[in-house]
């Protein structure tokens, strides 16, 4: 008996819970086929919060060194970011070159990304267009398939989907690097999806789920007492409301959450990993070290059953300073990633996790003014941008479309982001048409009205 | 008057047989019928989205709008279509599920029902004839006349993008809302009140008899929560159990909707369904000084019984029609509801934004007809043409958005304006000299830059027209975490700034006049000089695109309704008046006219749906085709007539409601199982359905068993404890992160009820979200109540629950020390009941055994920070910074009584109220 119910458990309603974990799982979050044959059973989505400049990272675009801070030239109907004054070209600071045997072009300040081993992983998705260049709108865009920031996260959608393989901790995790993104938590919200498919947010510091342990003056001992003496309570309660489910639903849930408090502190607990690990995600190194535990937590998340892991990198959006700022960017992320990518192909997990990292648009080929000077930085651009993905039947080693000559726009190959989420979908094992919900007397579904699969993105 | 009216198209039941014996002429005929009345508007809606109909839209390559196209075929090179053989066609094989993994349409939903495929079989089997658009106008017309089978009726709208879409027929019970609502006649019954007369007959039709009535004591909570969203007191229970006479029923009502908890509670749902929040959301959460205006408004009307046609007319045009009532001003803060920012985003698209949030809104909300399905196409199930969506659009097309001055009223609470515009200026302050200390550090290196390059100094205001190479580069003298700090700072002396408006005689609400839409983050204020001659242009926006003007419209209504505008000397009878000032008014008026079909279900509807967990149109924010249909459309129409006849009034709707025997029924009954079979979902509400409480409903049930709940109606938002993790994170708004999240300094200012406390948008209150309270963000029709792990963690760990706890602990020791009186006491205060022997003894020695071993424990004291550091990447460098942030609350702050302060006696029994808290029994109502 796990975690038993003391002395007086024995009533029809908790039979079930009584057997533990050896018990098919049922309810809501239990795990259900794909709607498809699928490689990928788990998902780490990697987002880059403020939208990294594609020319800057996976789409060199030398064109805009030879017209370095000439005038440039704006299609008023473009979805760009709104800008009065003049424009000018900025060319990237940084070189670039092949990687890999595939000969993935990437800008020089990706060190460890490089690596065959890792660069020869990737797909670089260069067709991809959004909607919003406002940052809480794109970035719900990006997560949730509508810019309104009322909608279930794609990780809420794939736990509808597909439920979860361990039942003791939560099926869908989110965790961020320092702040919380523009908009939020409605950035990993269940939206109208009921509750069990909602985001929990991991914390870095404290307690890793909020009011994971009771206070500190009370014990594990008188835990389980008090919830034994909950239980009698509730079995005399449900005697007489025999025929309402949802109490024994929410019995069980208590018991959940007592088993939660057990595992999540363990799984969080990154004390037992080797000193090669650690070093391999960067925690050794302040610059890498936030992101880098976001990763390994991510894989032994994925590891531990956990259907879908969400990360975020903040502060990408740069306007002034670009060169400074990528640098700095790329820096805390690089090596985290790698070491992402490399350990899951080594533990026989790459082919079955899809990685997915994205900023919530690109950035424009010019920059106006700022702060009285010329800034070598770049604006908001939801017409272009680079969308990295790893692992899960997505084509290893592969670039799938291409911009214009100075990244201004998606010109091969080109998709809505919608798209890219029913691809998405698709990558694991489920149809965005048929995973749908009806709420607000709509069927809804991720990406709102339907869309295509991108076939290039299917190995 | 056009001629709009209810059409009704006969159509033969078609079945591939009854073709066959027919004459070759007598085929066509019906084939040509069969593509004019079925097929065409079938292909129209099922097909030509993605396959002809959308300009550089055409999948597969196959185009089925011309019987050209289904000839030819797609890239498979074969055509779709194969005359008088359905079994080679591709399209009867695609839509039949025949063709292997091809299955169209590809959205599950979508599929056509086994008549339809039936009508396409036919229709190929009979030649595919394809008549022209004249002819296929003849047969509709020579159809409206015929008396067939109904296969349809048709509703005449202000007309679609297409004449498919004009002349499709509709099945009757989609389009049910739009009928014209009459009373019925209550069905024949000995039953006092009529509603039970109408579910006697349904329960009858299905063999079923009625519930029994529940126990006086289930009643008595469930009319307490259902109606103030509390338990009810010892002294109320012991009123109402007590009176054995045959008004208690009717007197508890009465006492529950004349206390002021009432129009708390149903100001709460109305506040879900308009998404009310006192920030605006997008990219930097600004706060909407004086929301809280609007949100005492609404709680005021429903204590008030403001009769509801009234209520809706405030709300869209309280301002035109009264202008110099400073109330109006606050109720048309409605239209202000939706998030909405301006950062980055093109004025022309931010203003897009803000209409197509407020045409959606007010067509959800009071027609329960969402609009946004026809932003960019003719509705796809509802008669709702784009047309008439751009009407509306030109409707609210002068409405800007600002703050204006409205004078408070007498009845507002302007509690604590003084202590806390103190404590917005001590911030303001601390953050302006933090921000003028950096931007000297910059003049300093600058003066010393110029100095060393022998140049005259020129100040910071100065410099930006310089030429680069003539200046100190940016920041110059700053590192760059100052650089970061900077940034913050002045964000946070903008933000201090604007929240003094709080408490300035001012109100979230609109004015008319020409496109107005400040910078990003500017205050949003009536410009000096309106131009009075302005007007909007008003077009259809083609496919939603703002940069697609189409054709002109005028402001006007929702033409499915038939219902006509009162606006003299226009020909369109659906048009609006198209001044300046004057649009909305007429709108509104059109709303609340008594014979618009869709208002009085839309609110009776809602009411019903809160009282019993489900509408009779079960969807309330959506009475349209796709929303649930009815479970007792005859129940609902004699509901709304009855409304509407009686002027309106909410609260006499609830006793209508309440007083029925249907509402009294038990949640429990003998022959459930039997019951159950018949009726899997309890459509027919042969039994109550019981509900967990909302999150509001549980926070405050916790605080009036604890004695805390200050009553105090209305004013500033409260600022209740949040855990403390959260109120900390930083969260990234623009150019910086917002500030930490302090609450109110003393418990009773804490203590208010849930709906007076603080709602930001990109920041929740755990504790409210884990138990469902919805984003607002986006409108709530009915609350979810999932029941999910975080819940019970919240619940058995959190500080808030522990300290209730401990002040419920603290209260039942003063009010009855010996156990056992206590054990009964806080039963009494919970449940409105007594404990059974057998659990009171078990409690007993729970308690003993708690105090036992908590005497071995030592809590420590509660810490509040009033300095704390926090972090974030800043933008400008790419690498994390840190910054010191004041919290000053805590300087002067009286916390709750913690685990310290008190006895292990103490603490053990706040373990076992804890245990009522978390309990079933406190968790849901029956």
């Given at each position: 008996?796990?975690?038993?119910?003391?002395?007086?458990?024995?009533?029809?309603?908790f039979?079930?819970?009584?057997?533990?974990?050896?018990?098919v799982p049922?309810?809501?979050?239990?795990?259900?086929?794909p709607?498809?044959?699928?490689?990928?059973?788990?998902?780490i989505?990697?987002v880059?919060?403020?939208?990294?400049?594609?020319?800057?990272?996976?789409?060199?675009?030398?064109k805009?060194?030879?017209?370095?801070?000439?005038?440039?030239?704006?299609?008023?109907?473009?979805?760009?970011?709104?800008?009065?004054?003049?424009?000018?070209?900025?060319?990237?600071?940084f070189?670039?070159?092949?990687?890999?045997?595939?000969?993935?072009?990437?800008?020089?300040?990706?060190?460890?990304?490089?690596?065959?081993?890792?660069a020869?992983?990737?797909?670089?998705?260069?067709?991809?267009?959004?909607?919003?260049v406002?940052?809480?709108?794109?970035?719900y865009h990006?997560?949730?398939?509508?810019?309104?920031?009322?909608?279930?996260?794609?990780?809420?959608w794939?736990?509808?989907?597909?439920?979860?393989?361990?039942q003791n901790?939560?099926?869908?995790?989110?965790?961020?690097?320092l702040a919380?993104?523009?908009?939020?938590?409605?950035?990993?919200?269940?939206?109208?999806?009921?509750a069990?498919y909602?985001g929990?947010?991991?914390?870095?510091?404290?307690?890793?789920?909020?009011?994971?342990?009771?206070?500190?003056?009370?014990?594990?001992?008188?835990?389980?007492?008090?919830?034994?003496?909950?239980?009698?309570?509730?079995?005399?309660?449900?005697?007489?409301?025999?025929?309402?489910?949802e109490?024994?639903?929410?019995m069980?849930?208590?018991?959940?959450?007592?088993?939660?408090?057990?595992?999540?502190?363990?799984?969080?607990?990154?004390?037992?990993?080797s000193?090669?690990?650690?070093?391999?995600?960067?925690?050794?190194?302040?610059?890498?070290?936030?992101?880098?535990?976001?990763?390994?937590?991510?894989?032994?998340?994925?590891?531990?059953?956990?259907?879908?892991?969400?990360?975020?990198?903040?502060?990408?959006?740069?306007?002034?300073?670009?060169?400074?700022?990528?640098?700095?960017?790329i820096?805390?992320v690089?090596k985290?990633?790698?070491?992402?990518?490399?350990?899951?192909?080594?533990r026989?997990?790459?082919?079955?996790?899809l990685?997915?990292?994205?900023?919530e648009?690109?950035?424009?080929?010019?920059?106006?003014?700022?702060?009285?000077?010329?800034?070598?930085?770049?604006?908001?651009?939801?017409?272009?941008?680079?969308?990295?993905?790893?692992?899960?039947?997505?084509?290893?080693?592969?670039?799938?479309?291409?911009?214009?000559?100075?990244?201004?726009?998606?010109v091969?190959?080109v998709?809505?982001?919608?798209?890219?989420?029913?691809?998405?979908?698709?990558l694991?094992?489920?149809?965005?048409?048929?995973?749908?919900?009806?709420?607000?007397?709509?069927?809804?579904?991720?990406?709102q009205?339907?869309?295509?699969?991108?076939?290039?993105?299917?190995? | 008057?056009?001629?709009?009216?209810?059409?009704?198209?006969?159509?033969?039941?078609l079945?591939?047989?009854?073709?066959?014996?027919?004459s070759?002429?007598?085929?066509?005929?019906?084939?040509?019928?069969?593509f004019?009345?079925?097929?065409?508007?079938?292909?129209?809606?099922?097909?030509?989205?993605?396959?002809?109909?959308?300009?550089?839209?055409?999948?597969g390559?196959?185009?089925l709008?011309?019987?050209?196209?289904?000839?030819?075929?797609g890239?498979?090179?074969?055509?779709?279509?194969?005359?008088?053989?359905?079994?080679?066609?591709?399209?009867?094989?695609?839509?039949?599920?025949?063709?292997?993994?091809?299955?169209?349409p590809p959205?599950?939903?979508?599929?056509?029902?086994?008549?339809?495929?039936?009508?396409?079989?036919?229709?190929?089997?009979?030649?595919?004839?394809?008549?022209?658009?004249?002819?296929?106008?003849?047969?509709?017309?020579?159809?409206?006349?015929d008396?067939?089978?109904?296969?349809?009726?048709?509703?005449?709208?202000?007309g679609?993008?297409?004449?498919?879409?004009?002349?499709?027929?509709?099945?009757?019970?989609?389009?049910w809302?739009?009928?014209?609502?009459?009373?019925?006649?209550?069905?024949?019954?000995?039953?006092?009140?009529?509603?039970?007369?109408?579910?006697?007959?349904?329960?009858?039709?299905?063999?079923i008899?009625?519930?029994?009535?529940?126990?006086d004591?289930?009643?008595?909570?469930?009319?307490?929560?259902?109606?103030?969203?509390?338990?009810?007191?010892?002294?109320?229970?012991?009123?109402?159990?007590?009176?054995?006479?045959?008004?208690?029923?009717?007197r508890?009502?009465?006492?529950?909707?004349?206390?002021?908890?009432?129009g708390?509670?149903?100001?709460?749902?109305?506040l879900?369904?308009?998404r009310?929040?006192?920030?605006?959301?997008?990219?930097?959460?600004?706060?909407?000084?004086?929301?809280?205006?609007?949100?005492?408004?609404?709680?005021?009307?429903?204590?008030?019984?403001?009769?509801?046609?009234?209520?809706?007319?405030?709300?869209l045009?309280?301002?035109?029609?009264?202008?110099?009532?400073?109330?109006?001003?606050?109720?048309?803060?409605?239209?202000?509801?939706?998030?909405?920012?301006?950062?980055?985003?093109?004025?022309k698209?931010?203003?897009?934004?803000?209409l197509?949030?407020?045409?959606?809104?007010?067509?959800?909300?009071?027609?329960?007809?969402?609009?946004?399905?026809?932003?960019?196409?003719?509705?796809?199930?509802?008669?709702?043409?784009?047309?008439?969506?751009?009407?509306?659009?030109?409707?609210?097309?002068?409405?800007?958005?600002?703050?204006?001055?409205?004078a408070?009223?007498?009845?507002?609470?302007?509690?604590?304006?003084?202590?806390?515009?103190?404590?917005?200026?001590?911030?303001?302050?601390?953050?302006?000299?933090r921000?003028?200390?950096?931007?000297?550090?910059?003049?300093?290196?600058?003066r010393?830059?110029?100095?060393?390059?022998?140049?005259?100094?020129?100040?910071?205001?100065?410099r930006?027209?310089?030429?680069?190479?003539?200046?100190?580069?940016?920041?110059?003298?700053?590192?760059?975490?100052?650089?970061?700090?900077?940034?913050?700072r002045?964000?946070?002396?903008?933000?201090?700034?604007?929240?003094?408006?709080?408490?300035?005689?001012?109100?979230?609400?609109?004015?008319?006049?020409?496109?107005?839409?400040?910078?990003?983050?500017?205050?949003?204020?009536?410009?000096?000089?309106l131009?009075?001659?302005?007007?909007?242009?008003?077009?259809?926006?083609?496919?939603?695109?703002?940069?697609?003007?189409?054709?002109?419209?005028?402001?006007?209504?929702?033409?499915?309704?038939?219902?006509?505008?009162?606006?003299?000397?226009?020909?369109?009878?659906?048009?609006?008046?198209?001044?300046?000032?004057?649009?909305?008014a007429?709108?509104?008026?059109?709303?609340?006219?008594?014979?618009?079909?869709?208002?009085?279900?839309?609110?009776?509807n809602?009411?019903?749906?809160?009282?019993?967990?489900?509408?009779?149109?079960?969807?309330?924010?959506?009475?349209?085709?796709?929303?649930?249909?009815?479970?007792?459309?005859?129940?609902?129409?004699?509901?709304?007539?009855?409304?509407?006849?009686?002027?309106w009034?909410i609260?006499?709707?609830?006793?209508?409601i309440?007083?029925?025997?249907?509402?009294?029924?038990?949640?429990?009954?003998?022959?459930?199982?039997?019951?159950?079979?018949?009726?899997?979902?309890?459509?027919?509400?042969?039994?109550?359905?019981?509900?967990?409480?909302?999150?509001?409903?549980?926070?405050?049930?916790?605080?009036?068993?604890s004695?805390?709940?200050?009553?105090e109606?209305?004013?500033?938002?409260?600022?209740p404890?949040?855990?403390?993790?959260?109120?900390?994170?930083?969260?990234?708004?623009?150019?910086?992160?917002?500030p930490?999240?302090q609450p109110?300094?003393t418990?009773?200012?804490?203590?208010?009820?849930?709906?007076?406390?603080?709602?930001?948008?990109?920041?929740?209150?755990?504790?409210?979200?884990?138990?469902?309270?919805?984003?607002?963000?986006?409108?709530?029709?009915?609350?979810?109540s999932?029941?999910?792990?975080?819940?019970?963690?919240?619940?058995?760990?959190?500080?808030?629950?522990t300290?209730?706890?401990?002040?419920?602990a603290?209260?039942?020791?003063?009010?009855?020390?010996?156990?056992?009186?206590?054990?009964e006491r806080?039963?009494?205060?919970a449940?409105?009941?007594?404990p059974e022997?057998?659990?009171?003894?078990?409690?007993?020695?729970?308690?003993?055994?708690?105090?036992?071993?908590?005497?071995?424990s030592?809590?420590?004291a509660?810490?509040?920070?009033?300095?704390?550091?926090?972090?974030?990447?800043?933008?400008?460098?790419?690498a994390?910074?840190?910054?010191e942030?004041?919290?000053?609350?805590?300087?002067?702050?009286?916390?709750?009584?913690?685990?310290?302060?008190?006895?292990?006696?103490?603490?053990?029994?706040?373990?076992?109220?804890?245990?009522?808290f978390?309990?079933?029994?406190?968790?849901?109502?029956?």
């Amino acid at each position: 008996m796990l975690f038993g119910l003391g002395a007086t458990a024995g009533t029809l309603a908790f039979s079930d819970l009584l057997a533990g974990e050896d018990r098919v799982p049922t309810g809501p979050l239990a795990p259900k086929s794909p709607m498809i044959p699928a490689k990928a059973k788990a998902c780490i989505f990697v987002v880059l919060e403020g939208g990294p400049g594609h020319m800057d990272t996976f789409d060199p675009k030398p064109k805009l060194r030879e017209l370095h801070l000439t005038e440039s030239v704006r299609d008023p109907e473009q979805v760009l970011v709104e800008v009065t004054a003049k424009t000018y070209y900025v060319g990237s600071p940084f070189d670039f070159r092949k990687t890999g045997n595939s000969g993935i072009e990437m800008c020089d300040r990706f060190l460890h990304m490089a690596d065959p081993a890792v660069a020869d992983e990737l797909c670089v998705y260069r067709g991809c267009q959004a909607q919003s260049v406002n940052h809480p709108d794109a970035l719900y865009h990006l997560n949730t398939g509508s810019t309104l920031g009322a909608d279930p996260g794609v990780g809420a959608w794939v736990t509808y989907g597909l439920g979860t393989l361990n039942q003791n901790i939560p099926g869908y995790v989110v965790m961020t690097e320092l702040a919380f993104p523009q908009g939020g938590a409605g950035n990993w919200s269940n939206g109208f999806l009921p509750a069990h498919y909602q985001g929990t947010l991991l914390r870095p510091t404290g307690s890793p789920l909020l009011d994971l342990k009771p206070p500190q003056w009370k014990s594990r001992e008188q835990q389980r007492q008090s919830l034994d003496m909950l239980a009698e309570m509730n079995r005399r309660h449900s005697r007489r409301h025999p025929s309402h489910d949802e109490l024994a639903a929410r019995m069980e849930s208590y018991e959940l959450a007592y088993r939660m408090q057990a595992e999540v502190p363990e799984l969080v607990d990154l004390s037992k990993e080797s000193a090669a690990s650690k070093d391999a995600y960067g925690l050794d190194d302040e610059r890498t070290r936030a992101f880098g535990r976001q990763c390994l937590l991510a894989r032994r998340l994925v590891e531990k059953g956990v259907r879908f892991v969400q990360i975020f990198s903040g502060g990408w959006d740069s306007h002034d300073f670009l060169e400074r700022n990528h640098s700095a960017r790329i820096r805390s992320v690089d090596k985290p990633l790698a070491a992402l990518i490399r350990d899951l192909r080594q533990r026989g997990m790459l082919d079955e996790t899809l990685v997915v990292c994205s900023g919530e648009f690109g950035r424009t080929p010019d920059n106006n003014r700022r702060g009285g000077v010329d800034a070598n930085g770049r604006g908001h651009n939801a017409d272009a941008m680079a969308v990295l993905m790893a692992g899960g039947g997505t084509p290893a080693g592969t670039v799938v479309g291409a911009t214009d000559e100075v990244g201004n726009r998606a010109v091969e190959v080109v998709h809505p982001l919608r798209d890219l989420h029913v691809t998405w979908l698709r990558l694991m094992g489920l149809d965005d048409n048929r995973l749908t919900y009806f709420h607000g007397g709509r069927f809804k579904q991720l990406s709102q009205v339907g869309g295509q699969l991108i076939p290039e993105l299917i190995a | 008057m056009f001629g709009f009216g209810w059409g009704r198209v006969g159509v033969c039941l078609l079945a591939g047989a009854c073709f066959a014996a027919q004459s070759a002429a007598a085929s066509a005929v019906h084939g040509e019928r069969l593509f004019a009345l079925e097929i065409k508007p079938l292909l129209a809606a099922k097909c030509a989205a993605c396959h002809g109909q959308n300009p550089g839209v055409l999948l597969g390559g196959l185009d089925l709008t011309s019987r050209e196209g289904l000839l030819q075929g797609g890239q498979s090179g074969r055509p779709a279509l194969v005359p008088g053989d359905s079994g080679q066609s591709a399209l009867f094989l695609a839509v039949a599920g025949q063709a292997g993994d091809l299955v169209m349409p590809p959205k599950g939903n979508d599929r056509l029902s086994p008549a339809q495929v039936a009508r396409v079989r036919a229709w190929i089997d009979l030649g595919a004839p394809w008549p022209g658009d004249e002819e296929v106008a003849e047969i509709l017309a020579a159809a409206d006349s015929d008396r067939g089978d109904a296969a349809g009726v048709r509703i005449a709208t202000s007309g679609g993008q297409t004449d498919e879409w004009t002349q499709r027929p509709y099945k009757p019970e989609d389009i049910w809302a739009f009928r014209p609502l009459t009373k019925p006649a209550v069905p024949d019954f000995p039953v006092a009140n009529p509603i039970d007369g109408f579910h006697r007959a349904r329960l009858a039709a299905a063999g079923i008899d009625a519930a029994p009535r529940s126990a006086d004591l289930a009643l008595l909570r469930r009319a307490s929560y259902d109606l103030t969203g509390l338990p009810p007191s010892p002294a109320q229970a012991r009123a109402f159990l007590e009176d054995g006479s045959p008004g208690a029923w009717a007197r508890l009502l009465d006492r529950l909707l004349a206390s002021p908890r009432y129009g708390e509670q149903w100001g709460r749902h109305w506040l879900d369904v308009v998404r009310y929040a006192d920030t605006a959301g997008n990219s930097n959460d600004y706060e909407r000084s004086n929301a809280w205006r609007y949100r005492d408004y609404v709680i005021r009307s429903f204590n008030e019984d403001r009769p509801y046609d009234r209520f809706v007319v405030e709300q869209l045009a309280g301002d035109e029609l009264r202008p110099g009532d400073p109330e109006m001003r606050v109720a048309t803060g409605f239209l202000r509801m939706g998030p909405w920012g301006s950062a980055m985003v093109p004025k022309k698209m931010a203003r897009q934004a803000y209409l197509d949030d407020v045409v959606h809104s007010v067509g959800q909300t009071f027609l329960s007809m969402p609009l946004r399905c026809a932003k960019c196409h003719d509705h796809k199930v509802d008669p709702i043409p784009t047309r008439d969506y751009y009407r509306i659009y030109a409707a609210f097309a002068a409405t800007q958005m600002a703050e204006r001055p409205a004078a408070f009223l007498a009845s507002e609470n302007l509690a604590r304006f003084d202590s806390g515009r103190e404590h917005v200026r001590q911030l303001r302050d601390f953050a302006t000299e933090r921000k003028a200390a950096l931007e000297s550090k910059i003049e300093d290196a600058a003066r010393e830059w110029f100095a060393e390059r022998g140049m005259a100094f020129v100040p910071a205001g100065k410099r930006n027209a310089l030429p680069d190479e003539d200046k100190p580069p940016r920041h110059w003298g700053l590192t760059p975490a100052e650089e970061g700090r900077l940034k913050v700072r002045r964000q946070d002396e903008w933000i201090w700034t604007r929240r003094l408006e709080r408490y300035e005689p001012l109100a979230q609400t609109v004015f008319n006049g020409p496109d107005y839409i400040p910078g990003n983050g500017r205050k949003l204020r009536v410009p000096g000089k309106l131009d009075a001659s302005w007007r909007p242009d008003s077009t259809v926006l083609d496919g939603g695109s703002v940069h697609a003007p189409g054709e002109p419209v005028n402001p006007g209504v929702l033409s499915a309704t038939q219902l006509p505008t009162r606006y003299p000397g226009v020909p369109d009878p659906f048009a609006l008046p198209d001044g300046l000032a004057g649009r909305r008014a007429a709108f509104a008026n059109w709303v609340v006219d008594p014979r618009n079909p869709l208002t009085a279900r839309s609110i009776v509807n809602r009411v019903w749906a809160y009282h019993f967990g489900r509408g009779l149109g079960a969807t309330p924010n959506n009475l349209g085709a796709l929303g649930a249909k009815p479970t007792d459309q005859a129940l609902l129409d004699w509901l709304a007539s009855d409304f509407v006849e009686n002027g309106w009034s909410i609260k006499r709707l609830h006793r209508t409601i309440m007083t029925s025997e249907m509402y009294r029924q038990s949640s429990e009954r003998s022959d459930m199982s039997a019951v159950r079979e018949k009726d899997p979902a309890n459509r027919l509400m042969a039994y109550f359905n019981p509900r967990r409480l909302a999150a509001e409903e549980l926070r405050d049930s916790m605080l009036q068993l604890s004695g805390e709940l200050n009553g105090e109606i209305g004013g500033l938002p409260a600022m209740p404890e949040i855990n403390m993790d959260v109120a900390l994170q930083p969260r990234m708004i623009q150019f910086s992160i917002a500030p930490a999240y302090q609450p109110s300094p003393t418990p009773g200012q804490r203590n208010r009820r849930s709906i007076y406390a603080y709602r930001v948008r990109g920041q929740a209150d755990p504790l409210m979200e884990v138990f469902n309270q919805p984003s607002p963000n986006d409108s709530c029709e009915r609350r979810d109540s999932s029941s999910v792990s975080p819940q019970a963690l919240t619940m058995m760990n959190s500080a808030y629950s522990t300290n209730r706890s401990i002040a419920f602990a603290m209260r039942l020791a003063r009010e009855a020390p010996a156990t056992d009186s206590l054990i009964e006491r806080a039963y009494r205060l919970a449940f409105a009941r007594l404990p059974e022997p057998q659990i009171k003894r078990r409690l007993a020695d729970y308690i003993s055994a708690m105090e036992a071993s908590h005497r071995s424990s030592s809590p420590a004291a509660a810490k509040y920070p009033t300095r704390i550091t926090r972090s974030l990447v800043e933008e400008f460098t790419g690498a994390p910074f840190s910054y010191e942030e004041w919290l000053p609350v805590y300087e002067q702050y009286t916390p709750d009584t913690r685990a310290s302060d008190v006895s292990a006696r103490t603490r053990a029994l706040a373990d076992f109220c804890l245990l009522l808290f978390n309990s079933n029994e406190f968790a849901y109502v029956y």
